[in-house]
Every structure is written in structure tokens, then in C-alpha cells.
């Protein structure tokens, strides 16, 4: 099989195992990325409560840390399902929503990201920029300065912490510090409406928990989210029908959909 | 009148007295359920904080209490409303999302249940045999196992506990532990999207808000929003399009829709 | 310029200059008013955290706050952000949501007033009649009575707190105590959504980051989401699909549909 049959049996993997995807993630996503989840293929819960999350995650195909909206009792709740998981093998794939916006931010991604092993860390090229210390400016949630070279600042990341690391971006990078692919897939509608760098995290933690090659099932998850975008730009009139349609997409995202869209390559 | 001819005068009666929907609920489905509230006919509003949510169910046609994402401190203010609006008699809407899955959810709603006069209790068939310790096997907010006998175990939650029970599945089984209705509304479009058992709560607490009998109630609003669901599913694209178009059909549900499409039985 | 064309003028500025605009705001409509923000040409942000509020709103081009799921602890978080906004010379913008229903939210939205340098405070009728003390009454969130004359409670709110007051209703009412504008512009649909009142403020706070005549600025602000309610009514087949489109248009929203659909006139 090549690169974009792997991915459409990917797809229909998660289709046919439904994993549970346990998110404890941010509160303007929430609906969002339940919904994403179901449209892919698995079962979303959203549970933050530090009494819960150890029994909790031990149902599921992944844990998805977004901390968007987060508080320190939230990043506490963090760890412990983050660590329950990691004692169980179940893949987490962090979002660091806004990390090099404020401290608390930056700070508790790179605490989740030194106390767990993370399988994949989703983020924007001024997220990560933040995190490796190697530039990029984030605004808010958005990065409004790039890094000047994703590919290596994502290797760099990924080396430091074991990690698989993804930046989004007009191309996504894709790597674990030896293997690297890029996406490039995806539409400008996108950033016109909020979530949909935690609904790409969501989709990668769909593929995750059907697939142990994480840089595989992150690559697989990107291409797959870009592609319904893609798609639903064809007949949108602006963002709210264009998220309409990219719901509707990631549903009915069908093989021989990605056979003829998925644009993946290994760099 | 017979029951459909019931139902359609309900669905009226809710937009003519515009009963206030307090709802205690979760983060995943506050934006859904208070659009489904607006558009049956009521006025939402989400207030959980244990310093005002006396005061506001005082106000409340109906208090509807989802712990869906809950915490210790939530269910608190749960209790708190209440036993409020036990002394006021404004009826309560239990939706025990999660029941099964972890031992917070399972206590947190038996507690609620043993403390709390409830009016109606809707769950899945895994949710609300967890809480009558007959089967059924909840995956995060899912039945992944059905409960052998909907209707014995319905009865059974039903008087133990001198509330109305309701369960949805293929056909939904609501029952006071005496009489017993069945209702064949609904579409599997509803599986595709997150919250619908929590919107169809917030239905049955629309119609127990105006209807003191809560085994018609429930069957009103959960008869309303599957025939929603079949009218929105005719010209769906995907699952979010399908949501767009269920919301509106709820608002635009009429009596002559209800009179040739409910389908309702006593069993 | 005539009002018409400065409003379209501040359109595009807000286009051009980006505001951050840091929400502190309820969960229901989070993800609606990182939308609308990102439509009218912003970037949003939702941050709480008493731990992060301060070094966030350094960054914003203005402040929202909107205790419409409040808690005590939001509060103080509010008045963190708010006095740093203050220091900075960063606009806030209050949406005082359900003052008058509880004694924790017209108490908190008063010492939101009372120890905090608000631009503009938008609120519908009961709401603002409730912080004046001039009647009004409220339901939950919505204004089950009207004052009797908006104009007049509206000045004297704007007097008392040196602040600019937007009163919605189907002609909206903006002062700064002196100066009075009106405007038309809306839709009865807008009555069929939850968190259309929010999103008339983020409308607000988009313009004031970009504007500091804040008269012109609110004005400017539910002028555009109102002409965008209008345009959306014109193909929706009822509350979801509506939505939709007033999505759609607040982001399509161009100076040609200003010029010729704003209706604002000097009182």
C-alpha cells in the first residue's frame, strides 16, 4: 500500500473500531469536537473531574489535553488522566492552545509535555515556536509570526521529548525527528472560524487510537481534516455554511475521496 | 382528544406560556440545549452558581439537572436547586449522562435521585440500567450494550424511586412504573450528532414545565423531537446539516405535523 | 463622512488592524463569539484564569466581560483583567447578562460598574432597567418587561458610571449620557437564538478596539450586526438556519450593504 491507501484504510479503521476519544479540552471547542469525533468514527466524552479521569480514560482509544481554557485544577486533571494513560499505553495527543501567550500557558504545556509522554503535539507554528524556545509570536490563540523553519523546529521538539510533533500551517509538518511528511491539504476557510486546530488535534487522536505509528495516524489525521475542507469550500457562502459542510465532509470522507485528494508527501 | 391531538395542544401550550428552562447541565450541549429550549417554545437560561441557583429556580417552569460534565462542586449546586424546587413544586428533568461509565457519574445521579423528588429521569438504555444495577454497558456518555428488557428495567427505576423513567433507543419507553408508552419517533441521524439525549431532555422539561402529568409529558417531548429529527433527515447532507435542519423543524413543528406524524403508543 | 459612512469606514478598520479582543465570558455562547469575532475580522480569545488575565489583556484591543454563567471566582477574574484594561487604556465592553434575575448578578454586575472604567455596557432593556433601579423586569436572561423609556434609563446609567450604554430592543438606544443614537437596523429572528445579545456585544468590542469615540463605535457595532440579521433573514427557513447565514453575513458584511442598509440615526 502507499502512503494514501494506508490512509484510507486508516480511515475506515476508526470507522469500524469507534474508539473513545476522552478529552479534557477547552470550552469554546467542546461541542466541536465531540461532534468531529462522531463524525470520524468514534465516541467523544468530555470529563475533567480529577475524581473521574483515572477511570475515565481507561475506557478509551486516546486522551486528547487541550488546555484553551485552562486553570491550574484543570491542568492537574490533566496529569492525572495523563498519567493513568501513559501507565496503560493509551496515546495522548496534546493541544497547547496559546502556548507563548502568557506564562501559565507556555508553562503548563511544557509541564504536561515533561511529566507525560505525549504521542503527538498538535499546534500552530507560533505554538510550537514557543515551546522550542525558537521563536514565532502568538497572539491570543493565533500565531501572527511564523517560525522561520517548521521543519526544524518541529524535529528539534519532537527529539527533546520522544514526541511526534505536527505544525499546522499552509503546509502541515509532520515529524518524530527522523521521518518527516507534510500535508497539504487544507483551505484558507479555516481561519475564519475558531476551533479548528483543536478539531484537527481531535482528528489526530482519532487515528492515534487505531494506529501506533503515531507520525503515520497524525499524517493520516491532517490530511483527512484538510481534505473535508477542501471539499466543503466548494459551496460554502462564508464561515458558518463552510463549517456546516466541513462537518457534513468529515463524515461522508469516503475512500476513494482521499485515493483522489489526499496530497501527502515524505520530505 | 387522543394522545396524538394531546401532544399537538402541548406543543402549543409551551409557546404560549414560555416557561423558563433552568438548566444545571453540561459544557458539550449549553449552546444546543438553549437554542432547543428557545425554539420548542420556552426561555433557557444555565446558571449553576451555588450562590444564585435558589433564587433562579424560583423563576423556573422546570429545572433540568445533566451532570454530564461534572465535578463534586456542580453536583452541590444540583442539590441545591433542588431541594428548592422540591419546595416550590417546579418539576425536575434528571439526564444522568454517563451513568455506568465512572463511579462519580453512577454516585453523583443515584445521589441526586435519592435526594431530589424527580419528575422525570431520561437516559439511555446502558445509563439507566447502571442505575438500577441491571445491565447494560456504558462507553463514555454511550450504550455499547442495551439492557435485555427496556421496559422492566424502566418500571423498575420508575418505582424505586416514584419518578417517571425514560429511555430512548429505537423505540422509546417512558413509564411511571404503571402505565407504559412507546414512542416510534426518530431517525439514526440523531446517533451522528452530540447532545441529542440531552436535547431531548430539554424537550420533555418544555412539556413537564406545562403538563403536570410527566408520563405525557415526556412522551410529548420526546415524540416532538424524533418526528423533528425525521423531518430534518429528508434533505440532510451530513450530520451538521442535518443538525441545522432539526433545530429548525423543532421551532417550525406544527400541529398538523404532530397530527400525522407522531407515533405514539400506550403499551 | 456622513454616520453611514463612517460605520462602513470602521468596518474595514477592524478588517485592517485585527483587535485581539479577550473575552471573559459565559460557556454557552463562547464558541459563537470566537466566531463572531474572527467574522467581523478579529482574533479572539477566552481566557480566566485569575493566573493569566492580566498578562492576556495586555496584548487585546479590548475587554469583554459577560458574567452570563457566573461564578464568584469569574468575577474576581474580571476585575483582575478589568483593572489591568484600565491601567492600559485597553476598552471594556460589559454585557451585564441576567442583571435583575438574581441578586449575585445584578450585585456583580454592579461592582463591575462601580470599581471598574467601562467603554460600553450593552444590555437589553430589563437588564440596564435593573442596574438603574428603573424598573424593568427579567426572566432568567431575557426581558420580560420592558422600562418605559429606554432613552432615559440609558442616560442615566451612562451618567452615574461615566460610561456609554447600549440598550437593544427593536430600535437599539446609544448614549454617553449626552449624545443619543438609534438604530433600526435587526431582525425578530435574532429573538429565536440564544446569545445574540453576546454576540451584539463582541459586535461592539470589535469597534472600540479600532475606535475610541465610543458612542460611534457601539453604534457602528449593532448597526452591522443588525443589517447582517436582516440580510441572513432574507433565505432562512427558521432559527439554526438563520444563524447560519447571520454568520455568513457578518463576515461577507461589505461597505456597498452598509451604504445602503444602516439605519442610525442622531436622537
Given at each position: 500500500?502507499n502512503?494514501?491507501?494506508?490512509?484510507?484504510?486508516?480511515?475506515?479503521?476508526?470507522?469500524?473500531?469507534?474508539?473513545?476519544?476522552?478529552?479534557?479540552?477547552?470550552?469554546?471547542?467542546?461541542?466541536?469536537?465531540?461532534?468531529v469525533?462522531?463524525?470520524?468514527?468514534?465516541?467523544?466524552?468530555?470529563?475533567?473531574?480529577?475524581?473521574?479521569?483515572?477511570?475515565?480514560?481507561?475506557?478509551?482509544?486516546?486522551?486528547?489535553?487541550?488546555?484553551?481554557?485552562?486553570?491550574?485544577?484543570?491542568?492537574?486533571?490533566m496529569?492525572?488522566?495523563g498519567?493513568?494513560?501513559?501507565?496503560?499505553?493509551?496515546p495522548?495527543?496534546?493541544?497547547?492552545?496559546?502556548?507563548?501567550?502568557?506564562?501559565?500557558?507556555?508553562?503548563?504545556?511544557r509541564?504536561?509535555?515533561?511529566?507525560?509522554?505525549?504521542?503527538?503535539?498538535?499546534?500552530?507554528?507560533?505554538?510550537?515556536?514557543?515551546?522550542?524556545?525558537?521563536?514565532?509570536?502568538?497572539?491570543?490563540v493565533?500565531?501572527?509570526?511564523?517560525?522561520?523553519?517548521?521543519?526544524?523546529?518541529?524535529?528539534?521538539?519532537?527529539?527533546?521529548?520522544?514526541?511526534?510533533?505536527?505544525?499546522?500551517?499552509?503546509?502541515?509538518?509532520?515529524?518524530?525527528?527522523?521521518?518527516?511528511f507534510?500535508?497539504?491539504?487544507?483551505?484558507?476557510?479555516?481561519?475564519?472560524?475558531?476551533?479548528?486546530?483543536?478539531?484537527?488535534?481531535?482528528?489526530?487522536?482519532?487515528?492515534?487510537?487505531?494506529?501506533?505509528?503515531?507520525?503515520?495516524?497524525?499524517?493520516?489525521?491532517?490530511?483527512?481534516?484538510?481534505?473535508?475542507?477542501?471539499?466543503?469550500?466548494?459551496?460554502?457562502?462564508?464561515?458558518?455554511?463552510?463549517?456546516?459542510?466541513?462537518?457534513?465532509?468529515?463524515?461522508?470522507?469516503?475512500?476513494?475521496?482521499?485515493?483522489?485528494?489526499?496530497?501527502?508527501?515524505?520530505?
Open positions: 500500500m502512503l494514501t491507501e494506508r490512509i484510507a484504510e486508516l480511515r475506515e479503521r476508526v470507522r469500524q473500531q469507534r474508539p473513545l476519544l476522552h478529552h479534557i479540552t477547552n470550552f469554546v471547542v467542546m461541542n466541536d469536537t465531540a461532534n469525533t462522531l463524525h470520524i468514527g468514534g465516541l467523544p466524552v468530555m470529563a475533567h473531574a480529577r475524581e473521574e479521569v483515572a477511570e475515565m480514560v481507561a475506557a478509551a482509544g486516546a486522551l486528547v489535553l487541550n488546555p484553551g481554557t485552562l486553570t491550574p485544577e484543570w491542568v492537574e486533571s496529569l492525572v488522566a498519567k493513568r494513560a501513559n501507565e496503560l499505553g493509551v495522548i495527543v496534546l493541544d497547547p492552545v496559546g502556548a507563548g501567550a502568557t506564562a501559565l500557558r507556555t508553562g503548563s504545556n509541564r504536561l509535555l515533561e511529566e507525560l509522554k505525549i504521542a503527538v503535539v498538535r499546534g500552530n507554528s507560533g505554538e510550537i515556536g514557543a515551546l522550542t524556545g525558537m521563536g514565532g509570536v502568538v497572539k491570543g493565533e500565531a501572527v509570526v511564523e517560525v522561520d523553519d517548521p521543519v526544524e523546529v518541529a524535529r528539534i521538539l519532537a527529539s527533546r521529548y520522544g514526541t511526534t510533533v505536527a505544525i499546522t500551517g499552509s503546509r502541515d509538518i509532520i515529524t518524530d525527528g527522523t521521518r518527516v507534510g500535508v497539504d491539504n487544507g483551505h484558507p476557510m479555516l481561519k475564519t472560524i475558531t476551533g479548528t486546530g483543536c478539531a484537527a488535534t481531535t482528528m489526530i487522536a482519532a487515528f492515534a487510537a487505531v494506529e501506533r505509528d503515531f507520525v503515520l495516524a497524525a499524517t493520516a489525521g491532517l490530511a483527512c481534516f484538510g481534505l473535508a475542507a477542501e471539499i466543503a469550500a466548494q459551496d460554502a457562502r462564508g464561515p458558518a455554511s463552510f463549517k456546516v459542510a466541513l462537518f457534513d465532509a468529515i463524515y461522508n470522507l469516503s475512500r476513494e475521496q482521499i485515493l483522489a485528494g489526499a496530497r501527502v508527501v515524505e520530505l
